[in-house]
């Protein structure tokens, strides 16, 4: 079993900075990707960036530039500058181990204009 925790949410101005931080823990043979989701009140979960094993990512277009994906052995970060309003949802961590997806609990991020 793989247990995903993600941490580092909260409330910040526009034009401010966070930084997520998601560690992934249990029975791990192999972590292939790792990545951040977010999902909007009254929207459906999107895709904002990835990391592969290799260390080779990818971005959604919305916060390409921005935000920045990185990793430590088990651990993945989401460094997010410029924030907007409309970057404002739940993150949620993303981790597949092998072919098994795992997802962590969310962390609120919210952006005041």
């Known amino acids: 079993q793989v247990q995903v925790v993600e941490s580092g949410g909260g409330l910040v101005q526009a034009g401010g900075s966070l930084r997520l931080s998601c560690a992934a823990s249990?029975?791990?043979?192999?972590?292939?990707?790792m990545g951040w989701y977010r999902q909007a009140p009254g929207k459906q979960r999107e895709w904002v960036a990835r990391?592969?094993?290799?260390?080779s990512t990818n971005y959604a277009d919305s916060v390409k530039g921005r935000f920045t994906i990185s990793r430590a052995k088990n651990t993945v970060y989401l460094q997010m500058n410029s924030l907007k309003p409309e970057d404002t949802a739940v993150y949620y961590c993303?981790?597949?181990?092998?072919?098994?997806?795992?997802w962590g609990q969310g962390t609120q991020v919210t952006v005041s204009s």
């Open positions: 993303n981790v597949i181990v092998l072919v098994q997806n795992y």
């Open positions: 249990g029975t791990i043979f192999s972590i292939n990707t």
């Open positions: 990391i592969t094993s290799g260390d």
